[in-house]
């Protein structure tokens, strides 16, 4: 790994020491690692090697952060942007690379995604970046590892198992409805099939209705 992108993501670790095991560094390395995948199937051979380059990095680093705003977790959400603009200036990545990340990180939102649709206000290259992390956040909330993290999650926060099992079935379903890189749709449609399983066999074994 890019020694600015580890120390940026010993960062990330530590500024999510404080978050539940549903967000944590193994979920952040998850997504980063389908990020690799999508972006390898879908390389622009079109484009030059220096903008690409750059749209990797920035995705990667788009990656490793966009759970660092998530108001579930985070009181000043802007205040942690501000930090996190910083920190990468810090480190010394690319103005525009900085741009890109900080404009898409706030906007990875799967329960606004549904509401409001894609962000209107993203350049190309940032939709294509969004787009990119917003689906392989979404593969991590589908399958046996979706269930788990939504169990984990709401014990945590005091819900009950019928609650996760609802959030489940009701929801993270719908995450396959907004896949649509080829690597996106073949494993959503495994990790769909696993979670629907696993939710009809929780529902043999306890009375959830």
Known sequence: MDVKIDQFRTWISNIMSSYDASHDIVH???????CIKILDEVKKTQTTREIWNSLHMATVLTALAHDVCDKKYVRNPKSKLSTLNFTLYRLGFSPD?????????PRISFSKR?????????????LFIYRIVSEADYLEAMGA???????????????????????????????????????????GAVRLARM?????????????M
């Open 114 to 126: 549904v509401r409001e649709g894609e962000p209107l206000d993203l350049s190309a290259d940032e």
């Open 196 to 208: 629907k399983r696993i939710c009809n066999e929780l529902k043999d074994e306890r009375d959830f």
């Open 97 to 105: 690379i900085i741009t890109m990340v900080t404009n898409v990180v």
């Open 28 to 34: 952040i390395d998850n997504v980063v690692s389908h």
């Open 145 to 187: 590892t979706g269930v788990v993290r939504t169990y984990m999650f709401q014990a945590v926060h005091g819900y009950t198992a019928k609650g996760a099992w609802i959030h489940t079935t009701q929801n993270l379903f719908k995450c396959y409805d907004y896949l649509s890189f080829n690597y996106s749709l073949k494993e």
